[in-house]
């Protein structure tokens, strides 16, 4: 497995090391504090398949201008992907939140025991039901449980907090149409991390009942872009940048400032937050948006689980057709959330 498992970070020694190597860096601290068994670098393999992804991916996105095109390069980039198989599909309207819940196609399958409400990323303007339609159905296998897919409303039709508010509104519908509270775990990647991250802290913050766990997959938790890797990364991330976090924040945010908790969860009191896992690609220019959240998590008190994948980039877990690794990151997701769920699977 290509991943590295991170309980505690030594935030100095990674800056001094971040400013050299950034890619090499994540990986020797991780060497230093992995826990369980050893895990190997990156194989050529690996770089091989990552290589054809970032390929396709700019393809896709060559010439796009604006968060509309760039909505409709993503959409198509994930229409050459393979949908999910063996899963059972039902359209549900969520409180008015359109979202498909699905399960996987086997005999006795509990329905509405466990749930994963997944949030798909996109930069708060692109993403579907059907570009994360794959990785959801993956998970739902996996994990043995539910995934409530929701459609969330996009940028530049809706800005901030709209996308907050539908997937806690979804949250919500989840508790009131039988989920119990401590087997739901709320999910999300890139923005969708960032609305996961939020909508727990906004269910915390009214004092309601908070999901079992939450997984962030290379979430943005600082819109105002001031992790160092933004920086160091910057050559090593062919996807995201400074200046396309910065596009965002601008058209999310408006005159908001990005140091906002209630749009910024690393400026947030983590108190109280259940228990969480991040994954990050060593190379992201958002890898410190996931370290600097892990660091001020443990502070806190929360139960953090990080994972630096070495040289995987941004969401790489969408693309199980392409990467071996997309497959072995979400085996990890689906294992963290059968240990929170409080009804394990019998299967």
């Keep these: ?34 826990v369980g068994k050893d895990i190997e670098p990156q194989s050529q393999a690996s770089r091989d398949q990552v290589e054809k992804l970032v390929g396709l991916w700019k393809d896709h996105f060559a010439g796009t201008d604006g968060l509309q095109q760039r909505r409709t390069a993503f959409r198509t980039l994930m229409e050459t992907t393979p949908g999910p198989t063996r899963i059972q599909v039902r359209q549900v309207d969520a409180d008015g939140v359109d979202a498909e819940l699905m399960w996987p196609a086997r005999l006795h399958h509990p329905i509405g025991q466990r749930v994963i409400l997944y949030i798909h990323g996109g930069g708060f303007s692109g993403g579907s039901i059907r570009t994360h339609s794959l990785l959801a159905g993956s998970l739902a296998k996996a994990a043995s449980s539910d995934v409530l897919l929701i459609e969330y409303r996009l940028m530049p039709e809706y800005t901030y907090p709209a996308q907050i508010n539908d997937a806690l509104t979804a949250y919500r519908w989840l508790l009131d149409n039988g989920y119990r509270a ?69 058209a999310y945010l408006g005159s908001r400032s990005p140091s906002d908790p209630q749009a910024s969860p690393l400026y947030a009191d983590l108190t ?70 409080a009804d394990k699977p019998q299967e």
């Design 1 to 34: 497995m290509n991943g590295r498992i991170l309980p505690t970070v030594n935030r100095s020694a990674a800056k001094r090391l971040g400013g050299l190597l950034p890619a090499l860096a994540a990986v020797m601290l991780l060497a230093s504090a992995a």
């Design 182 to 250: 401590e087997n739901v775990v709320v999910a999300g990647d890139g923005a969708g991390g960032n609305i996961a991250l939020e909508t727990v802290l906004r269910q915390r913050q009214a004092a309601k009942p908070l999901p079992a766990a939450v997984i962030a997959l290379s979430p943005i938790t600082d819109l105002a872009a001031t992790g160092g890797s933004m920086t160091s990364n910057a050559d090593s991330d062919p996807l995201v940048g400074r200046a396309s976090i910065e596009t965002l924040r601008k």
């Design 272 to 341: 109280g937050f259940p228990p969480l896992l991040l994954q990050v690609g060593s190379g992201e220019v958002l890898l410190d948006d996931t370290l600097r959240l892990a660091d001020k998590a443990r502070q806190a008190g929360v139960d953090v689980t990080t994972e630096i994948w070495p040289g995987m980039p941004h969401q790489w877990q969408l693309f199980p057709s392409l990467l071996d690794d997309a497959d072995r990151s979400s085996q990890n997701i689906a294992e963290f959330a059968i240990r929170h769920f």
